[in-house]
């Protein structure tokens, strides 16, 4: 909805997971500053403006960039957006110089950026992934979309104090949590049974990915010491 961008969070000016809403909110210089992307799934919110991210970066090709995903995400991406069709095959970008990896996430730990990621199933479509992102002093989770998915919340919980915070999907208000089901998303009351009073007081949880026609009715409903995020906030962790 006009005044409302969809899922991009960019980590330590280089790192981006998912591109929602990229080069319509960045500056130019910092979009050119982008080296590796890993995208959670590929549903239009999450992937709409890569095609203008890789653009603007093919433009100077004065680095690499590398987009990370799940095998199934990186397949839906080739076949359907980078197709030569609806956007120029990746082969056909990276013709004169290859500039653009696709890379699939490996099981357990990897590093990207100076920044040390896990990719993790989670319950939307199939090859959707959370990523935790860990650096010396801790680590902070990024759900992407799902469904109540007992294996976030048993994540989160492992990684006692270590973990800093957990930006968590909340899409729909409770009424609806039919729908929610249905479409693999959490409400305010099925993020409240994932984390009730299991997650240590130090870690903030985020809720992020509210459908903006019901933010207040969602924002009216999230447990306490829940915080929510609709678009241009800074965090240091
Ligand atoms: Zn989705
Ligand atoms: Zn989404």
């Given amino acids: 909805m006009q005044g409302y961008n969809t899922t991009s969070i960019l980590i330590n000016r280089d790192t981006l997971i998912d591109a929602g809403s990229v080069s319509s909110v960045l500056p130019e210089e910092e979009v050119r500053a982008i080296r590796h992307i890993l995208i959670t799934h590929p549903h239009i919110d999450h992937i709409k403006e890569l095609p203008f991210v890789l653009d603007t970066l093919f433009s100077s090709r004065a680095h690499e960039v590398a987009v990370w995903a799940s095998g199934e995400t990186l397949k839906a991406l080739t076949e359907n957006v980078f197709n030569g069709m609806i956007w120029p095959e990746i082969r056909d970008l990276n013709a004169h110089k290859d500039f653009i990896s696709l890379r699939e996430v490996p099981e357990g730990e990897f590093a990207v950026g100076g920044l040390k990621i896990t990719g993790r199933q989670v319950d939307h479509i199939p090859g959707s992934l959370c990523y935790q992102v ?21 994540l989160a ?26 479409s693999r998303h959490l409400t305010p009351l099925l993020l409240k049974n994932g984390i009730d009073g299991r997650l240590g007081p130090s870690v903030r949880v985020i809720a992020y990915h509210i459908k903006p026609k019901y933010l207040d009715e969602v924002v009216a409903e999230l447990p306490p010491n829940v915080a929510y995020i609709v678009g241009g906030e800074v965090f240091e962790f």
Avoid: H
């Fill in 157 to 182: 919980l492992s990684l006692g104090d270590n973990l800093k915070a957990l930006f968590v999907e909340v899409s729909f208000p409770d009424r609806m949590e039919e729908i929610a089901r249905l």
């Fill in 134 to 154: 860990s650096e010396e002093n801790g680590s902070v989770i990024f759900s992407g979309d799902t469904g109540y998915d007992q294996r976030l919340f048993d």
